[in-house]
């Protein structure tokens, strides 16, 4: 059985037949089902996964007919009008397409109809592929459990129940809605499918006459192929993030070379610098035939409007990154990021400088320290910054302070080193040199130094 989080509880995604047996079915809460089956076995679903297994599932239906739509989370609905008899038929399509799933490792509900609210009945409550509708329960119609509720309380459990009466009482007694959902599945009413839109696909190929060795006609190979794949990417508004060049020998071979980028970008001559160093650890072999680009991740990149009032980004910066993180690795380049909170200790956040944006909202009110570290304690007394102090084994004098700036705690927040209270902060120049960030706790007196000042 496979659970995922709905409504602030675990529901039911997917169950086995064993599962169903037992009285348990989807959307029903876990704690419920176990109240059922006490031995029952469960994991998380997979939702994302599941949703690209249909979409790989729908074009692998296009061998049937090209009209092929998503129908919820877990079924396809096909038009297969024309296109039937070139298999011999409704029926033998249908036993074509069980044949091949099975043979695949897979299991489904499939029917024809002649309309899709006919096969989607027969699919989720017919025995067989060619029931008559008429005798399926009145959920085959597609109404929401409140309305099939009511309407088997007034005896009305068969679609032909519901046939049997006048149309203007079906609508005044429980809405339009089901005199809708009526038609459509008899085809008084028109249903359309709307047809699944490919994928786009950003991948280019470059088949060569002859075998090449030298990493500068690698390069010359990827320019060309970065020119056609980037001219995909701004067709689609589109940057990659992370491409991948994939070079095929003569001896069938494959070496591939891996570029992660710290920008979304779509720029060929930007881009093409950057492969470099990882062709030139390529080993070619006997020669390589075929060189394939493609963009494996990519991330949305509007076109940017150039004025002589607005300044151009920093690409150089990106581009460094770039060919550090390739090095090093993307994630361990990082930046400080502002974080809302006025405690020191958490006025900032570290994130990879290739995934994350400085927007600039550092608050410059108050100064703060190139250095922060743990509070370290001095002797000290008063409320006024002591004359003279020792700090790691130096004796210092205090030649000007300026103070105090008053930083309570954030009371919301467990956090042990503010249990002294509000801190009163003073900044300090000693006639040594140092530049250093002192605080007094008033309600447990006593001296710290937090930081240092450039």
Not at 46 to 63: C, E, N, Y
Not at 161 to 182: E, K, Q, Y
Not at 355 to 372: D, F, I
Request: glycine share 8%; hydrophobic share 40%.
């Amino acid at each position: 059985m496979l659970t995922h989080h709905e409504k602030n509880t675990d529901r039911i995604y997917c169950l086995n037949r064993a599962a169903e047996a037992q009285g348990l079915h989807r959307g029903m809460g876990v704690s419920d089902a176990r109240a059922y089956c006490p031995e029952l076995q469960s994991q998380p679903a997979d939702t994302v996964a599941d949703a690209r297994f249909l979409q790989m599932l729908a074009r692998w239906s296009k061998r049937y007919c090209p009209w092929v739509g998503l129908d919820g989370a877990d079924g396809l609905m096909l038009n297969i009008a024309g296109s039937a008899h070139l298999f011999g038929g409704e029926a033998a399509m249908l036993d074509d397409m069980r044949h091949r799933l099975a043979r695949a490792g897979l299991s489904g509900h499939i029917a024809a109809a002649n309309t899709r609210g006919a096969a989607w009945a027969l699919t989720h409550y017919g025995r067989a592929a060619h029931d008559d509708i008429r005798t399926l329960p009145v959920a085959a119609l597609r109404l929401d459990a409140k309305t099939d509720t009511a309407l088997q309380r007034l005896g009305l459990r068969k679609v032909s129940d519901l046939l049997a009466l006048p149309r203007a009482t079906i609508a005044r007694r429980f809405g339009p809605d089901v005199v809708l959902r009526l038609d459509q599945a008899m085809g008084a009413q028109d249903e359309v499918i709307t047809p699944m839109g490919e994928v786009p696909h950003y991948g280019v190929r470059l088949t060569l006459p002859d075998p090449i060795g030298l990493a500068a006609d690698v390069m010359m190979g990827t320019e060309r192929l970065l020119v056609r794949l980037c001219d995909k990417l701004k067709e689609q508004d589109m940057g990659a993030r992370q491409l991948q060049l994939t070079l095929r020998r003569v001896d069938q071979g494959a070496q591939q070379v891996e570029l992660r980028l710290a920008a979304p970008m779509r720029d060929a001559d930007r881009i093409s610098p950057l492969f470099e160093r990882g062709i030139g650890a390529v080993d070619a072999g006997f020669g390589i035939d075929q060189m394939r680009l493609e963009a494996t991740q990519v991330e949305p990149l509007l076109n940017a409007q150039i004025t002589t009032a607005t300044a151009s980004r920093p690409d150089g910066l990106d581009d460094l990154i770039t060919r550090l993180g390739n090095r090093i690795g993307l994630e361990n380049i990082q930046r400080l990021l502002p974080a809302d909170s006025h405690i020191p200790e958490r006025s900032f956040q570290i994130a990879p400088a290739a995934y994350s944006t400085s927007n600039g909202a550092w608050s410059r009110h108050r100064p703060r320290p190139l250095k922060l570290f743990p509070p370290e304690p001095i002797l000290g007394a008063g409320s006024q910054p002591p004359t003279r102090f020792r700090w790691r084994r130096m004796s210092l004098t205090t030649g000007r302070s300026t103070g105090p700036e008053r930083i309570a705690p954030e009371w919301w927040l467990p956090d042990e080193a503010w249990r002294t209270g509000v801190r009163d902060y003073w900044y300090v120049e000693t006639r040594e040199g140092r530049r250093l960030w002192l605080f007094h706790t008033p309600q447990n007196p006593g001296w710290f130094v937090h930081g240092e000042f450039a």
